[in-house]
Structure formats: structure tokens, C-alpha cells
């Protein structure tokens, strides 16, 4: 997905979409094997172990975007902290692996439309913040009072 041209060009919520639809596409190609290895043992935590590489690479491009994000906004408080929301990041990939593994969907449909919700539903949260809104109303207030 990195060596597409336009993959740069992309916003942060474009660039976590590709991966999503990227990776669950590759998952489904070998989708027997995946379900196997992540059910095989029957114990939750020794499939989450086998997924530890995964977790680091991409909370590493978690954390990236984030970044890339808090770079555009202009005050300390409405920065988000890029190692709590990266693991968040975590917890909708591993919520939407559980999602993709129960779906029976044709060509996994519904899968798709989860990743699009859940990914839509979070850079909504981001980006809309009541809480920009009231730091921006606090300055305004600040500087018409005292200024």
C-alpha cells in the first residue's frame, strides 16, 4: 500500500481505511489458515501472543498517523497522546479480526462496512472535539476580557 503514489497524498483516515481493507484482504485470501492459527489452541491469549509482531508494526503506524495528526491542530490540550490512542487503534484492529472472523457474509460485506463505520466513527470523534470548541470560546473569552 506504501508504494502506491497516491498513498502519500492520502489523509490519515484514507491511510488507516487502505490498511484495514488491504489486510483483511490479504487475511481472506488464506482466511483457512488465519482461522486455524488464531483457533487452534482454544485459549484467547495464546492467539493474541502469536499476533504479537503484528501489534507492534502496527501500533508503530498508529502512532505515525497520530502524529501526523496533532501536527495540524493548534492547541497542546486537544493533542491526542500517541501511545494511548494507538493502543486504541489496536483494540479496533483486533475488534474488527474478531468481526471479519465471524462473518459469513458474501465476500465479507459486512466486514467492510464495519471497518468503514468503525474508522469513520473514530476520526469523527477526532476531528469534531467539543473540546477545540471550548479552548477556542476560552481564548475568545480570555482575550475579550482581559485584553
Known amino acids: 500500500m506504501t508504494k502506491n503514489k497516491e498513498y502519500a497524498a492520502f489523509t490519515n483516515r484514507d491511510k488507516l481505511l487502505t490498511f484495514f481493507y488491504t489486510f483483511f484482504e490479504m487475511l481472506t485470501l488464506n482466511r483457512s489458515y488465519v482461522l486455524f492459527a488464531l483457533t487452534q489452541s482454544g485459549n484467547q491469549l495464546k492467539?493474541?501472543?502469536?499476533?504479537?509482531?503484528?501489534?507492534?508494526?502496527?501500533?508503530?503506524?498508529?502512532?505515525?498517523?497520530?502524529?501526523?495528526?496533532?501536527?495540524q491542530k493548534t492547541s497542546k490540550i486537544?493533542?491526542?497522546?500517541?501511545?494511548?490512542?494507538?493502543?486504541?487503534?489496536?483494540?479496533?484492529?483486533?475488534?474488527?479480526?474478531?468481526?471479519?472472523?465471524?462473518?459469513?457474509s458474501q465476500g465479507f460485506e459486512k466486514t467492510d462496512m464495519a471497518i468503514e463505520k468503525s474508522v469513520n466513527t473514530v476520526f469523527d470523534l477526532f476531528d469534531n472535539t467539543p473540546l477545540e470548541n471550548i479552548v477556542d470560546f476560552g481564548k475568545f473569552l480570555y482575550k475579550e476580557t482581559f485584553a
Open 47 to 71: 492467539s493474541l501472543e502469536q499476533l504479537k509482531g503484528l501489534r507492534i508494526y502496527f501500533k508503530d503506524f498508529a502512532k505515525e498517523l497520530i502524529a501526523d495528526g496533532n501536527e
Open 78 to 104: 486537544t493533542k491526542h497522546n500517541p501511545s494511548i490512542f494507538s493502543e486504541g487503534a489496536w483494540l479496533q484492529l483486533l475488534f474488527l479480526l474478531k468481526f471479519w472472523m465471524n462473518d459469513e
